[in-house]
């Protein structure tokens, strides 16, 4: 083998490890966005007066971050998230921060992000192939993660506060579902709209 073929093939090497690289940094550079987006979508809330749960449009950014990054790097979006609020941040809803919010009664629920991402992604990339994810597969990821969520959160609510079931449910699960209706139509739109490259 002579000295330009040689050059040729380091040369083929070394640009294969850039480009991976150059991947790596994309993926972690989405990372951050969705763990921004998940705050400032957490920024907007409503809170109500017969319950501690605000209304706001976290779960959106979070059912996005699993379904289009995939659960490992869904999953770490929504990590860095609440690690940020843990350490005081001011990232949860209404520009709150620190354990204090994680200990409190919707603490559940926002361990439960981590949760949502993981079951989208988990599901939405099952099986992938050339094609996008259909509706039907995005919608099932949404609806599961999202019960889920509801069950960890739920169950951490009626620990905290003492309530029982039924009422935990009315003040943290049944007046949220049309709005997580209408996030999870919003969200199906704009992932079917998306090339399948960006689908990581």
């Not at 690289?21 to 920024?43: E, G, K």
């Not at 109500?48 to 971050?65: E, G, H, K, R, Y």
């Given at each position: 083998?002579?000295s330009?073929?040689?050059?040729?093939?380091?040369?083929a090497?070394?640009?294969?490890?850039?480009?991976?690289?150059?991947?790596?940094?994309?993926?972690?550079?989405?990372?951050?966005?969705?763990?921004?987006?998940?705050?400032?979508?957490?920024?907007?809330?409503?809170?109500?007066?017969?319950?501690?749960?605000?209304?706001?449009?976290?779960?959106?950014?979070?059912?996005?971050?699993?379904?289009i990054?995939?659960?490992v790097?869904?999953?770490l979006?929504?990590?860095?998230y609440?690690l940020?609020?843990?350490?005081?941040?001011?990232?949860?809803?209404?520009?709150?921060?620190?354990?204090?919010?994680i200990?409190?009664?919707?603490?559940?629920?926002?361990?439960?992000?981590?949760?949502?991402?993981?079951?989208?992604?988990?599901?939405?990339?099952?099986?992938?192939?050339?094609?996008?994810?259909?509706?039907?597969?995005?919608?099932?990821?949404?609806?599961?993660?999202?019960?889920?969520?509801?069950?960890?959160?739920?169950?951490?609510?009626?620990?905290?506060?003492?309530?029982?079931?039924?009422?935990?449910?009315?003040?943290?699960?049944?007046?949220?579902l049309p709005?997580?209706?209408?996030?999870?139509?919003?969200?199906?739109?704009?992932?079917?709209?998306?090339?399948?490259?960006?689908?990581?």
């Amino acid at each position: 083998m002579n000295s330009d073929t040689k050059t040729n093939i380091n040369q083929a090497a070394n640009t294969s490890n850039i480009s991976g690289s150059r991947s790596n940094v994309t993926v972690l550079a989405l990372c951050a966005l969705f763990t921004a987006l998940t705050a400032i979508c957490s920024w907007i809330s409503i809170p109500l007066p017969f319950t501690p749960v605000p209304v706001n449009l976290a779960t959106f950014a979070v059912m996005l971050s699993g379904c289009i990054l995939g659960p490992v790097y869904g999953t770490l979006a929504q990590i860095v998230y609440v690690l940020l609020g843990a350490i005081g941040a001011p990232v949860f809803s209404g520009g709150a921060g620190g354990l204090g919010i994680i200990a409190g009664p919707t603490g559940g629920y926002i361990i439960g992000y981590m949760i949502l991402a993981a079951v989208c992604g988990f599901i939405t990339h099952m099986n992938s192939s050339a094609a996008k994810p259909s509706i039907v597969k995005i919608a099932l990821a949404m609806i599961l993660g999202t019960l889920l969520l509801y069950t960890a959160g739920t169950i951490w609510f009626m620990y905290v506060t003492g309530n029982k079931i039924l009422p935990s449910l009315m003040m943290c699960v049944v007046p949220y579902l049309p709005g997580d209706a209408l996030k999870m139509i919003v969200g199906i739109a704009i992932i079917k709209r998306l090339p399948r490259s960006f689908l990581q």
